[in-house]
C-alpha cells in the first residue's frame, strides 16, 4: 500500500505541474498582443529520489515559475540602435520642414517662401528691362513689384524657420518632461523588482522597465548597466547619471538668451544631448544647428542685395530729378532711393572676425512705392539716361554675395540644404532597416508565437490526462487488492 500511496501522491504533483505548465501558456495566450510582453515557459525541476529496498526511485518533477525569454544583450543593442534612428528620424523631419520652405511654389501650401531663386532672377532682369526704356513708368512698377515679392518670400524664409526654431524649442521642453517620467517609473521598477527578484527574472516587472528603456532610448541617447540585486543604472551617452538603483534624477531647463537649455544640477548638457541620440538629440541638432546655419546663409543674401541694391539706386537719379544723397531718415538710416529697408545695424561679430548680419531676412521688406524714385539714370543726368540701370541689372552677374554671384549663393545654398537633407535620409533609412532587423531578431526570441503556445497547450493537456488517467489505473489496482481477487460490493 505504501507504494500505491507513492504513486498517488506522484501524480497528484504531476497534476500540480502540469496546471502550472498550462497557466503559464494560458497567460502567454493572453498577452500576445500586450505591448513589451516577453514570452514566458514554464520552469521545470527534478524532485529528491528516493531509496526502496536500495533501490533509487525518482519521484517527479515540480514547475517551479516561468522565466521569460529575453536576450539582455540583444535589447540593449536594440535600444542602442533605435536611439540613433530617433535622432535621425527627428532631424529629418524638420530638415523636410526647412527644405519645403525653399521648393518653388507648385500648388502646395507647405511653401511659404515662393522661388527665392527666381525672384532674384525676376527683380535683376526688370532693370535689365528698364535699361531699354528707362522713362517707361510700366516697367518701373515691375521694378518695384518684383522687389516687394523678393522681399517678402526672403522675409517668410526667415519667419518660417523661426517659426520652426520655436516649435522644436517647444519640443525640447516637452521631451524633457516625459524623459524625466520615464526615469521616476524605471526607479520605481528597479525598487519593485529588487525587493521581489534580486536573484532571478522578475517577469512582467522586467518587460515593463524594458519597455520604459525602449521609449526612453527613443527619446534621449542613454548607456545602461545592470547592477546588484537585479537592479539598473541609466546614464545619457555623454555619462550623465539618469538611474541608479530606486533613484532618478531628475532633467531641469531654463532660458537661456530666450532658447531652452536643459540641465542637470547646475551643468548645461544641452550640447551633450544634441549629440547623443534620440528624437531629442534630432530636435536639438535642427534648432541649434541646421536652422541657425540656413538663417545665417538667407541674412547673408538678403543683407548683401538690400545694402547693394540701395547704394546703387541712391548712386543715380529718379525720373523726377530726385537724388539719393539726402537721409530721410535718422533714426532708420534709410535714404531717399532706397529701395528695400535697410537692414538691421551690423554687430561686431568676434568669433568670425567679421559682421553679425542676423535678423536682416526677417526684417527685408521693399520700402519704396513711387516708381519715379527708381534711378534709372546715372546721378547728374537726365530722365532718359540708363546708365544707373545698367548697373543695377550687372549686381547679377557680380560676386557681391561672399565672393560669388547672388544666384549662385542661393543656388549652392539650397543645393547644400539638400545634400544634408539626402544625407540624412540616407542615414535614417540605414538605422531604421537595422532596427527592424534586430526588432526581428528579439521577436524570434521573446514574442509570443500562438502557434508554439498551441503546440505547448496540446503538450500539457496530454500529461495532464495522462496523469489523471493514472489515478484510475491506481483504483483499479487497489479494488483487486482490497476484494483479494473475488468480485464484491468493493468498486
Known amino acids: 500500500m505504501g507504494t500505491i500511496s507513492s504513486a498517488l501522491n506522484l501524480m497528484s504533483q504531476a497534476l500540480d505541474a502540469d496546471q502550472a505548465a498550462l497557466n503559464v501558456t494560458a497567460n502567454n495566450v493572453a498577452n500576445a498582443s500586450t505591448p513589451g510582453y516577453t514570452e514566458e515557459t514554464p520552469t521545470w525541476q527534478e524532485n529528491d529520489s528516493i531509496q526502496i529496498n536500495g533501490v533509487s526511485v525518482g519521484t517527479g518533477a515540480t514547475e517551479t515559475g516561468a522565466t521569460s525569454q529575453r536576450d539582455r544583450v540583444l535589447e540593449e543593442r536594440l535600444d542602442q540602435q533605435q536611439q540613433l534612428a530617433s535622432a535621425s528620424g527627428s532631424r529629418l523631419t524638420a530638415l523636410n520642414s526647412i527644405q519645403?520652405?525653399?521648393?518653388?511654389?507648385?500648388?502646395?501650401?507647405?511653401?511659404?517662401?515662393?522661388?527665392?531663386?527666381?525672384?532674384?532672377?525676376?527683380?535683376?532682369?526688370?532693370?535689365?528691362?528698364?535699361?531699354?526704356?528707362?522713362?517707361?513708368?510700366?516697367?518701373?512698377?515691375?521694378?518695384?513689384?518684383?522687389?516687394?515679392?523678393?522681399?517678402?518670400?526672403?522675409?517668410n524664409a526667415a519667419n518660417g524657420l523661426n517659426t520652426q526654431n520655436t516649435g522644436l524649442d517647444q519640443q525640447a521642453a516637452g521631451a524633457v518632461g516625459q524623459v524625466n517620467a520615464l526615469t521616476s517609473a524605471i526607479a520605481q521598477l528597479d525598487t519593485q523588482i529588487q525587493s521581489i527578484s534580486p536573484d532571478a527574472d522578475a517577469g512582467t516587472l522586467e518587460d515593463q522597465r524594458q519597455l520604459d528603456l525602449s521609449q526612453l532610448s527613443q527619446l534621449v541617447g542613454i548607456n545602461q548597466s545592470s547592477t546588484e540585486n537585479n537592479g539598473l543604472a541609466v546614464t545619457t551617452t555623454a555619462?550623465?547619471?539618469?538611474?541608479?538603483?530606486?533613484?532618478?534624477?531628475?532633467?531641469?531647463?531654463?532660458?537661456?538668451?530666450?532658447?531652452?537649455?536643459?540641465f542637470a544640477g547646475t551643468a548645461n548638457l544641452t550640447t551633450q544631448l544634441a549629440s547623443g541620440g534620440g528624437s531629442l538629440g534630432g530636435d536639438l541638432t535642427?534648432?541649434?544647428?541646421?536652422?541657425?546655419?540656413?538663417?545665417?546663409?538667407?541674412?547673408?543674401?538678403?543683407?548683401?542685395?538690400?545694402?547693394?541694391?540701395?547704394?546703387?539706386?541712391?548712386?543715380?537719379?529718379?525720373?523726377?530729378?530726385?537724388?539719393?544723397?539726402?537721409?530721410?531718415?535718422?533714426?532708420?538710416?534709410?535714404?531717399?532711393?532706397?529701395i528695400?529697408?535697410?537692414?538691421?545695424?551690423?554687430?561686431a561679430n568676434t568669433a568670425s572676425g567679421g559682421t553679425d548680419v542676423s535678423g536682416a531676412a526677417a526684417a527685408m521688406s521693399a520700402v519704396m512705392t513711387d516708381p519715379n524714385?527708381?534711378?534709372?539714370?546715372?546721378?547728374?543726368?537726365?530722365?532718359?539716361?540708363?546708365?544707373?540701370?545698367?548697373?543695377?541689372?550687372?549686381?547679377?552677374?557680380?560676386?557681391?554675395?561672399?565672393?560669388q554671384t547672388p544666384t549662385t549663393f542661393f543656388s549652392n545654398f539650397v543645393s547644400t540644404l539638400g545634400s544634408t537633407v539626402s544625407n540624412v535620409q540616407t542615414e535614417n533609412t540605414a538605422q531604421t532597416a537595422s532596427v527592424s532587423q534586430l526588432q526581428s531578431q528579439n521577436n524570434a526570441i521573446s514574442s509570443v508565437n500562438l502557434n508554439d503556445e498551441a503546440s505547448a497547450l496540446t503538450t500539457m493537456e496530454r500529461s495532464y490526462q495522462a496523469a489523471s488517467q493514472m489515478f484510475a489505473t491506481l483504483n483499479t489496482?487497489?479494488?483487486?487488492?482490497?476484494?483479494?481477487?473475488?468480485?464484491?460490493?468493493?468498486t
Do not use: H
Not at 111 to 122: C, F, H
Not at 373 to 397: C, E, K, P, R
Not at 477 to 490: C, E, F, P, W, Y
Open 340 to 347: 528695400f529697408s535697410p537692414p538691421p545695424t551690423l554687430v
Open 373 to 403: 524714385l527708381v534711378a534709372a539714370a546715372a546721378s547728374g543726368q537726365g530722365t532718359g539716361d540708363n546708365s544707373n540701370a545698367i548697373a543695377m541689372a550687372s549686381l547679377t552677374n557680380q560676386t557681391i554675395v561672399n565672393g
Open 477 to 490: 489496482i487497489m479494488t483487486s487488492a482490497l476484494n483479494l481477487g473475488v468480485d464484491t460490493a468493493v
Open 100 to 155: 519645403a520652405l525653399f521648393m518653388p511654389d507648385s500648388g502646395s501650401t507647405s511653401s511659404t517662401a515662393g522661388d527665392i531663386g527666381s525672384d532674384i532672377t525676376g527683380f535683376f532682369q526688370s532693370f535689365s528691362s528698364l535699361e531699354a526704356n528707362p522713362t517707361n513708368s510700366a516697367l518701373r512698377e515691375s521694378v518695384l513689384s518684383t522687389a516687394s515679392t523678393l522681399a517678402t518670400d526672403i522675409s
Open 239 to 262: 555619462g550623465q547619471l539618469l538611474v541608479s538603483n530606486s533613484s532618478s534624477f531628475q532633467l531641469t531647463t531654463g532660458s537661456v538668451a530666450g532658447v531652452t537649455q536643459i
Open 286 to 338: 535642427a534648432r541649434d544647428t541646421d536652422i541657425p546655419n540656413t538663417l545665417a546663409s538667407l541674412d547673408q543674401l538678403a543683407y548683401t542685395i538690400s545694402t547693394r541694391v540701395n547704394a546703387q539706386n541712391n548712386a543715380g537719379t529718379g525720373a523726377n530729378g530726385a537724388a539719393g544723397t539726402a537721409i530721410a531718415s535718422s533714426t532708420t538710416g534709410a535714404k531717399t532711393l532706397d
